[in-house]
């Protein structure tokens, strides 16, 4: 019987025809791979670019829907401070503001008209969540003790500035000093004792609701009149402390003369630009408002929302990746690096419009 012996193997254009197979198979699949890999890698900062966005605009939407919010019609305070320019209504706006997070007040003014650097806004109103009501007693001039329910007892303290109001009349105080004794301890919920605090109107804030200028209501403050927090909150980037990890900062006790001014904390990272642009009650548009040009159509009593715009971007280049173009406010085009975004907001300010300016 006869062996079969086959010792016939591939012939070298079989095998270059192959390997050129195979690479071409595993080209396609490591561009696949790479395409797939890129496209996660964008997917993952836009995604944390826009949870940074998020947590921008969702923290300066709710304070500035806030802005007077329980502050009287009755122009309870005059004057802030002379070197603040004034924040009327609730609101002050600061154009191309330079950072100082060590800042003194030196700097409160508009900012500078060259250029589009990022904007700073201000925003005061009462903080409801904070609040107690007057007890037993009328408060018949601002020199006059403040008594509160034992229910109310630990809300306050030495320091604080506290908005009284009757829901159209509004005044500011500082406490000066916390009740003594213990009449309230162990006291129930429902008890009708009550605590005194002694206030000083204005506080340590310069020139602000002395008693000369009047403005305290004749009849004085009833029972069951509401007392609130003062909550002044400021809004900002820091590009100067931060220049590689720009954020989004706030300051949630703004100028306020008590404690260490300026306590700025971070927000959201990787902001690069913050602009506020207001809408008045004519439809019309500007940077700021502006009291002193003597048109009197955009002034702060006139404003009635707020567009704020945030440029956002990625927290690290993309190697092998080109971003679209994105340009600042001036039109000019950023850098091809980082993906970066601008993200728009309108806020309408509920409790602007429904009453005479307030200047405090």
């Not at 500082?174 to 009449?183: F, L």
């Not at 954020?247 to 404690?259: A, E, I, N, S, T």
Request: with cysteine; glycine share 8%; net charge negative.
């Amino acid at each position: 019987m006869n062996k079969i012996h086959n010792n016939n193997g591939f012939t070298i254009i079989e095998l270059m025809i192959a390997m050129a197979i195979f690479a071409i198979v595993i080209t396609g699949i490591y561009q696949s791979y790479t395409q797939q890999h890129m496209s996660y890698l964008v997917q993952e900062q836009t995604a944390t670019m826009q949870q940074n966005y998020r947590a921008a605009m969702l923290m300066v939407s709710k304070d500035l829907r806030q802005a007077h919010c329980f502050l009287g019609t009755n122009g309870f305070v005059e004057n802030w401070a002379s070197d603040t320019g004034g924040l009327k209504n609730g609101l002050k706006a600061y154009d191309n503001y330079d950072f100082d997070s060590s800042d003194n007040g030196a700097s409160w003014d508009n900012g500078s008209d060259e250029g589009q650097g990022p904007d700073r806004v201000d925003v005061a109103f009462s903080n409801i969540r904070v609040n107690a009501s007057i007890a037993t007693k009328i408060m018949p001039s601002s020199s006059s003790n403040l008594e509160v329910w034992c229910r109310d007892q630990g809300k306050f303290a030495i320091g604080d500035i506290l908005v009284i109001s009757d829901g159209v009349n509004a005044n500011i105080f500082e406490i000066t000093s916390e009740p003594g004794g213990t009449a309230c301890d162990g006291e129930p919920p429902n008890s009708t004792k009550v605590m005194k605090y002694q206030m000083r109107p204005g506080g340590t804030l310069t020139g602000v609701n002395q008693p000369s200028q009047g403005d305290f209501p004749d009849d004085g403050y009833a029972l069951g009149s509401m007392i609130f927090k003062l909550k002044y909150v400021s809004y900002a980037v820091d590009k100067i402390s931060y220049p590689d990890n720009p954020r989004m900062m706030v300051d949630l006790d703004g100028p306020l003369p008590l404690g260490p001014k300026y306590v700025w904390q971070p927000v959201a990272h990787n902001i690069e630009d913050f602009q506020c642009e207001y809408v008045f009650a004519d439809g019309e548009v500007a940077d700021f408002p502006d009291d002193e040009d003597g048109d009197d159509s955009n002034d702060y009593e006139d404003v009635r929302s707020v567009r704020f715009s945030i440029l956002a971007r990625a927290d690290r280049i993309i190697p092998g990746y080109t971003p679209r173009v994105v340009q600042d406010r001036d039109g000019n085009d950023l850098p091809q690096n980082y993906i970066r975004r601008w993200y728009d907001t309108e806020v309408k300010l509920r409790n602007l419009g429904l009453h005479p300016v307030q200047t405090f």
